[in-house]
């Protein structure tokens, strides 16, 4: 990619007027991001981004709709797309939840016992109906433009808190959707680019023939070490001197420095990282809290792992739900088993964190890229709606049992509170300590954001 | 600092300037128009109700179909105001919604009598429409036929020095003859040179470029960039991953296409009607049938239930690769509605849709547990010394496989005339239902079994020579439009054609499902797309980004072009050329803007162009992840130049992607082998590891721009990994005799001597053990193939 400045180059562009942070991006490049002071006191040290890829039907997990339910049949009239369309009440019941009262789907029964400790936003809202530029703009912001992660700006501010792992560590990412830009640093420095961990793993029934485990935690490959310790970190001290040597000959090279820093993470990692994946050393009772053991439990493990990298210190950690929530048609069954599959793990992080007195100061955020018309498609599904949907969060400074913003009286749109992705994103910055319009990277002349130009942090959500 | 024009335009756009009217406008006009007015009224919405667009000064100014939306200092005269203060019913805004508090219109009103100041002038950029219909996509630039510029005489140097001195910038001085030809040989046959002192000579280089044309290690590279853009892949990926054990043949096509020159044109009807092409003889009619694996190899739904479902998905992805990979187009966004971006109706869709319908597609999977749709398979004339990898059977076993077939079919009739007698009856058999379901299912899973052996040999038991493909159906019909996308929703027939904006005249005939004029279609002279797709295409592989960085988007949501006469003038020249890639590959190199170095007047150009839009120098690239392997075994005298027969798939029993598990002879990185990294096999979410860790093209995508990533991963592959290792050990054994072995290691992987710093590094390394200890030479060969420099072309 693009060479920009020599060394001194850079220099003397700082000292003209590049943000704070890029000087100590720079400043601490030898030391591999170390811990950076947020702009004020963070609420949330570090975030679980739980994705629900597809697009989860807001109506009929979050957002109760009385009038959705008392019109179901009855033909909609929500503009040009939904020309002739039938209204579609919520396929199961919801019901309320906790102290707060909070509607919650009864699909989901472990979670709605944490619905005192859920933040659900109602009246988020998105610019595009199509999956990829959603999805996209979920993670940066943007979907027009390849731009840097919320887990790389994350990291970016905040730095990481354990050396020896990568600080933005993302499980068994989906490829599709834009792929590898869904955790990319675009044009922060190399370093804060997601570190993709996971792959394809063996089916149940073959692991069972094979007496192979499934997934020992996602596969790690190449963990182990070719050579003796003492070889190897000669081998990366030559490896070192070259490219530096090669920096000084052709100038300072972004690629190039995040392949320095690269290596160094990767010698680190190796003693650090098997000890992380490795859920043998969790005692029993954890993994049946998460359901660990039974049948297709990969995402219980990931949420195991979530908490497990948490714990060692990595600053955010997103995992991808295991099914796909693009329900086009038969939303009844396959709502019920998506939910099935997440709920008692995701019930289980959120159980596993308080226990440790982690909640307090992880941020876990439930979403997908958009959510689903009050109205049917193919007679049992729904079609992409990016005009209101619900996320969640909880922990890290949110207001627990709150229901926050309101869509319009069958759940089409956003109508109280609306929080675009843009204010979202600055929410989230703000809970980590972060002030979004502070949070800036000079790029070609000009001071980028995460939240472009606009953005604003939903004061009514904080704890 | 300094800025530029474009910088202006930015913060502009950002920042309010600093007198009253402006901040007045930015904390109490604009949030009202943005929240309120922008959804049916400005340019990121695409809409702009009545004609009206109210996001720019001069959009609001000149207002829409009745007139000026805001005249300056006349409150009465500004149809904004009326509209929102509902004094006209019949221009009430917003519709449908409850009128604005008193305080907005206020401030709306106050802010029209003081001038309207509105800072969002014509530095801002300029307003665009989407093109959404016929009319306005013909204004749009790509859907209109490039022109040949006026000014072409300097060629493409002289294009990119024009911009270059429009913004004050010089060219960066040409590279070292080193770097140029390590720079030319990875981007031509993804090899590093192997000799370099006396070809590296200037005088040389045209020469250089026509050889390295003419290796048939040329179709190998730039077939596979032809292969991310068809989404080649040897199963089938998705809920089903079910291998395709005879793709490999469309591989094989496309390398030697690639190698031949084929005409681009040609090359595209080929691998979409070549079914449908004459051919002089067997040999060629073999080779036109193995090109329409292009529309057989996509993921598809396998274990879809409903028939006309998985006809239509199939029909749908078919369309959506062929006009991704061609056009740059996502006209299969039509599918549900009209394309809100883009010129393309849905009538356009099930226009294009009918013809894949009228389609039969070969794929070979046969019915099982994981699959409901028999894919079948072409049957390929024989032909002398052809490669048949599958295997053949006793003529005996043939008989066997027969008599159960039989009887299996026998079996399902006896139990459906069981049934049917049962209900003419009225009796009840309910209670066997379960019996009765489980027998069916047996029966199903075992005969496509059968049926798929059969298949593969003929009544001797002699393995057939088969690909996967496309042929006509034999009922052409007509698409209906679906409402929705839904298949119980049909709204009426559309006649199999093309999509309107682009004006063509070619029309779909009675008897053929018209991939034959979808071809011709688009080949057409006149389609403003394919060339400039395809010219751009390759100018992304020879400097790492394409004039249109969107190169598999060409529409409104993609972005336009760096040098749109460059542009032009590459497709009007690639097709006046006869549309040789080769020709059009040596222009480009043969430039100077392509020779020039990475290096230059980089602190300027970082301001000015921090992108290198506009080409000062040269991009430094990383390396694609077949040619990092395939340098890596060029370097250790490992590699093997020859083909690979057919491919590790065609080579596995079954065809469950997740029995491969059960296979202990498979390395589980699936590499290992010594052939260039395009023969190694492509299996959907189960890449060999060295491509997944380098970001190879995801083959469930048309991907014309592999993304480039760095992380840790990458590093304890290069550190760790099995593969490199081997490479290490085979490079220390070839360099260990030579008295000179550092410099001999360093102009294997650099193609360059050590400096005196590097030199005293390697000898600092080398000193931890004894001269002949091979182990501690293989690390330090290690460490070569792991730096930087190895991946990376300056």
Request: proline fraction near 6%; include cysteine; glycine fraction near 8%.
């Amino acid at each position: 990619m693009n060479t920009i400045f020599s060394r001194r180059e850079m220099l003397t562009t700082m000292s003209s007027g590049i943000g704070w942070l890029a000087f100590s991006a720079l400043a601490h490049a030898r030391s591999g991001l170390a811990s950076k002071e947020p702009h004020f006191p963070a609420r949330a040290k570090r975030v679980i981004f739980l994705t629900m890829r597809g697009g989860p039907s807001h109506v009929d997990l979050f957002d109760y709709k009385p009038e959705l339910i008392k019109r179901d049949g009855k033909t909609a009239s929500l503009g040009r797309d939904s020309a002739g369309a039938k209204l579609f009440g919520p396929v199961h019941p919801l019901k309320q939840f906790g102290k707060s009262g909070q509607w919650m789907t009864t699909l989901y029964p472990q979670l709605a016992q944490h619905a005192d400790d859920l933040c659900i936003i109602n009246s988020m809202h998105t610019d595009l109906p199509n999956h990829a530029q959603a999805f996209g703009q979920m993670h940066s912001g943007s979907f027009q433009f390849v731009r840097p992660s919320i887990g790389a700006w994350t990291l970016y501010g905040l730095g990481t808190e354990n050396e020896n792992l990568p600080g933005f560590i993302t499980l068994n990412p989906p490829a599709d959707n834009g792929g590898a830009q869904n955790y990319g640093s675009s044009f922060l420095p190399a370093i804060c680019q997601g570190t993709r961990i996971g792959g394809s793993q063996l089916p149940e029934l073959y692991a069972a023939l094979l007496k192979k485990d499934v997934a020992p935690g996602p596969p790690m490959k190449n963990i182990v070490p070719a050579v003796s310790s003492d070889l190897q970190r000669a081998q990366i001290d030559l490896i070192r001197g070259l490219n530096e040597r090669k920096m000084e000959r052709d100038g300072v090279d972004p690629e190039i420095e995040g392949a320095i820093e690269s290596f160094e993470l990767a010698f680190r990692m190796q003693s650090e990282v098997p000890g992380v994946l490795d859920l043998r050393s969790e005692p029993e009772h954890i993994l049946k809290l998460y359901g660990i053991g039974q049948a297709k439990d990969q995402f219980a493990r990931q949420c195991l792992l979530a908490r497990r990298m948490a714990e060692a210190g990595v600053r955010f950690i997103e995992i991808a739900s295991p099914g796909n929530w693009d329900h086009h048609n038969r939303l009844r069954e396959l709502l019920a088993t998506n939910c099935a599959a997440t709920d008692q793990p995701i019930a289980a992080l959120l159980t596993d964190l308080k226990a440790r007195g982690m909640l307090k100061d992880t941020l876990v955020v439930w979403a997908g890229e958009f959510g689903r018309t009050p109205y049917a498609q193919s007679g049992d599904g729904r079609d992409h709606n990016h005009k209101g949907y619900s996320i969640w969060m909880a922990g890290g400074g949110v207001k627990g049992g709150l229901t926050y913003g309101a869509t319009d009286e069958v759940g089409h749109k956003a109508a109280l509170n609306p929080m675009h992705i843009h204010d979202w994103h600055a929410t989230i910055l703000h809970l980590l300590g972060l002030d979004h319009t502070r949070l800036t990277y000079n790029y070609g002349g000009r001071d980028f954001r995460l939240t472009n130009v606009s953005g604003e942090v939903a004061r009514g959500i904080l704890a | 600092m300094k800025l530029t024009r474009t910088l202006w335009a930015l913060l502009v756009a950002v920042h309010a300037s600093g007198d009253d009217g402006a901040s007045f406008f930015e904390s109490k006009i604009r949030p009202v128009l943005v929240k309120h007015c922008y959804e049916c009224h400005s340019a990121e919405s695409g809409k702009s109700k009545g004609g009206l667009m109210l996001d720019t000064k001069a959009a609001i100014r000149a207002g829409g179909d009745t007139g000026p939306a805001v005249v300056p200092g006349d409150a009465a005269k500004s149809l904004l105001l009326t509209a929102i203060k509902h004094s006209d019913p019949d221009l009430e805004m917003p519709p449908k919604e409850p009128k604005l508090p008193d305080a907005f219109i206020a401030d709306f009103e106050a802010w029209i009598k003081s001038g309207a100041d509105d800072p969002r002038d014509s530095a801002t950029k300029v307003a665009e429409r989407a093109p959404v219909d016929v009319k306005s996509g013909r204004e749009f630039w790509s859907y209109k036929r490039p022109m040949m510029p006026k000014q072409a005489s300097g060629g493409i140097d002289g294009f990119i020095r024009e911009k270059l001195a429009e913004t004050g910038l010089k060219p960066a001085p040409p590279a070292e003859p080193r770097v140029l030809m390590r720079r030319l040989y990875f981007d031509l046959i993804g090899l590093p040179p192997s000799d370099f002192s006396e070809k590296s000579a200037p005088a040389n280089y045209e020469k250089q470029v026509d050889e390295l044309l003419q290796s048939p290690r040329f179709g190998e590279r730039w077939g596979r960039h032809w292969l991310d853009v068809v989404r080649y892949a040897e199963s089938n990926g998705r809920e089903s991953n079910l291998t395709f054990p005879h793709a490999w043949r469309f591989r094989d096509y496309v390398i030697d296409a690639v190698n031949a020159d084929v005409p681009f044109d040609r090359f595209i009807s080929e691998q979409i009607a070549g079914d449908l092409l004459p051919a002089k003889d067997d040999a060629e009619r073999a080779r036109l049938l193995i090109a329409t694996g292009f529309l057989a190899i996509g993921p598809k739904g396998l274990n879809e239930q409903n028939k006309a479902q998985f006809a239509a998905d199939v029909a749908d992805e078919q369309l959506d690769a062929v006009t991704r990979a061609v056009l740059a187009s996502s006209i299969a966004c039509a599918r549900c509605h009209d394309h809100k971006t883009d010129p393309f109706s849905m009538e356009d869709y099930y226009g294009l849709a009918g013809i894949f319908k009228s389609t039969q597609t070969f794929y070979g999977n046969w019915v099982d547990s994981e699959n409901n749709n028999q894919g079948h398979l072409i049957r390929l004339p024989e032909l002398p010394g052809q490669l048949i990898p599958n295997k053949s059977i006793p003529a005996e076993r043939v008989k066997q496989l027969k008599a159960e077939l039989a009887k299996l079919n026998q079996e399902e009739k006896d139990q459906k005339a069981y049934a049917e007698k049962a209900r003419e009856e009225g009796r009840d058999i309910t209670g066997e239902f379960y019996k009765m379901l489980q027998t069916a299912i047996r029966i199903i899973w075992t005969r496509g079994g059968i049926e798929g052996q059969l298949e593969r040999v003929d009544d001797q038991g002699r393995a057939l020579p088969l690909c996967v493909g496309v042929k006509d159906n034999k009922l052409i019909l007509d698409s209906q439009l679906y409402d929705r996308g839904e298949l119980a929703h049909p709204v009426k027939a559309v006649a199999r054609g093309f999509p309107q904006v682009l004006e063509i005249k070619v029309a779909a005939p009675k008897e053929q499902s018209g991939r034959l004029e979808l071809a011709l279609w688009l080949t057409s002279r006149d389609n403003p797309l394919t060339a400039r797709v395809m010219v751009n295409r390759v100018w992304r592989h020879l400097f790492g980004a394409g004039l249109v960085r969107t190169v598999d988007n060409f529409g409104f949501s993609g972005e336009r072009p760096s040098h749109p006469e460059l542009l032009d003038y590459l497709a009007i020249r690639f097709m006046d050329g006869g549309w040789s890639v080769k020709e059009l590959i040596k222009e480009i190199v043969m430039s100077e803007t392509y020779r020039q170095a990475s290096g230059g007047q980089r602190a300027k150009s970082a301001e000015a162009d921090p992108e290198n839009r506009l080409l000062s120098h040269a991009n430094k690239r990383r390396l694609d992840a077949e040619v990092i392997r395939d340098s890596m075994l060029a370097v250790s005298g490992l590699l093997d130049e020859s083909r690979r027969p057919g491919s590790l798939v065609a080579e596995l029993d079954g065809q469950s992607v997740s029995l491969m598990g059960f296979n202990t002879k498979l390395p589980s990185d699936l590499d290992g082998s010594h052939h260039r990294s395009v023969y190694l096999p492509v299996i959907r979410d189960h890449l060999p590891d060295v491509l997944e860790q380098f970001d190879v093209a995801n083959p469930n995508l048309v991907t014309g721009d592999r993304d480039v990533t760095n992380v840790p991963l990458q590093a304890l592959y290069l550190l760790n990994g099995s593969f490199v290792q081997e490479q290490a050990a085979a490079l220390a054994k070839r360099i260990q005799a030579s008295p000179h072995r550092v410099n001999l290691a360093f102009q294997l992987c650099f193609n360059r001597m050590p400096d005196e710093e590097e030199v005293a590094l390697a000898e600092k390394f080398l000193r931890q053990g004894s001269a002949d200890d091979l182990k501690l030479l293989a690390a330090f060969c290690h460490s070569l193939l792991a730096s930087a420099e190895f991946r990376f072309a300056d």
